[in-house]
């Protein structure tokens, strides 16, 4: 069945180190993709799109990778600051059936920065 | 995020109880949808509605209901609480964009059943 998954569940770096986050699926279909940030006692925020015509796309001291050739998505964040420690799921939007398509999460990854 | 409220926030319930919990949107999006979030199983979806008269089943739809009363308000049902039901529940909202379809989610209610 089609999978999205995380390589490493936690993740703990330095404040200003910068840190990688990485996701595989598996949906070689699948034609978006989505990080969410989650700080705790809330709902999934949206951090950043990329589509698959798009190896790369920056935001503000985000930046997204995919490398369709093996299928997998990271999220690098610049000078990591305290204000970052969340969980983070990457999430594919895979079609569905007629024009719908379905957004599939992974499991998230925590990440913990530290002062 | 406040364009997406949810009530309530928290409850705690006894098993076999009807609970309803609440979503409104101010985004005017017309998809709405309902998560279930556990530890270490991430979000799975519950149900999923595109429009007020249109209602899909998600992965995880055996013991819930909804209802889409209006454009801007989905709620969920749990007809009879069970223990393994405790959980976070989120609801999201989104545009009909197809494959850009971001969801944008509210802050949560934490169920739990006795």
């Known amino acids: 069945g089609e999978s999205v998954g995380l390589h490493l569940p936690t993740l703990s770096v330095q404040e200003g180190d910068n840190s990688i986050i990485n996701c595989a699926y598996s949906?070689?279909?699948?034609?978006?993709f989505i990080w969410y940030k989650q700080e705790s006692g809330k709902g999934p925020q949206f951090i950043i799109d990329i589509r698959s015509n798009m190896d790369k796309r920056q935001g503000q001291r985000v930046t997204v990778l995919l490398n369709k050739t093996v299928k997998h998505l990271s999220l690098q964040i610049a000078a990591t600051q305290p204000g970052d420690s969340a969980v983070y799921f990457c999430a594919e939007n895979g079609y569905s059936g007629g024009s719908n398509y379905k957004l599939t999460f992974g499991k998230g990854t925590l990440l913990t920065v530290n002062p | 995020d406040a364009d997406v409220t949810q009530t309530p926030r928290n409850r705690i319930t006894k098993t076999g109880k009807r609970i309803m919990l609440e979503c409104s949107q101010t985004?005017?999006?017309?998809?709405m949808y309902w998560y279930r979030q556990d530890p270490g199983l991430g979000l799975r979806l519950i149900y999923y509605s595109f429009d007020v008269k249109d209602i899909n089943k998600g992965e995880i739809s055996d013991g819930y209901s909804v209802s889409r009363q209006a454009q801007a308000k989905f709620s969920l049902s749990l007809e009879s609480a069970i223990p393994n039901q405790t959980a976070l529940y989120f609801c999201?909202?989104?545009?009909?964009?197809?494959?850009?379809?971001?969801?944008?989610f509210g802050p949560g209610t934490r169920l739990t059943v006795l």
């Open positions: 985004k005017g999006h017309d998809r």
């Open positions: 999201a909202t989104s545009d009909e964009r197809g494959v850009t379809d971001t969801q944008y």
């Open positions: 949906n070689s279909a699948s034609d978006y």
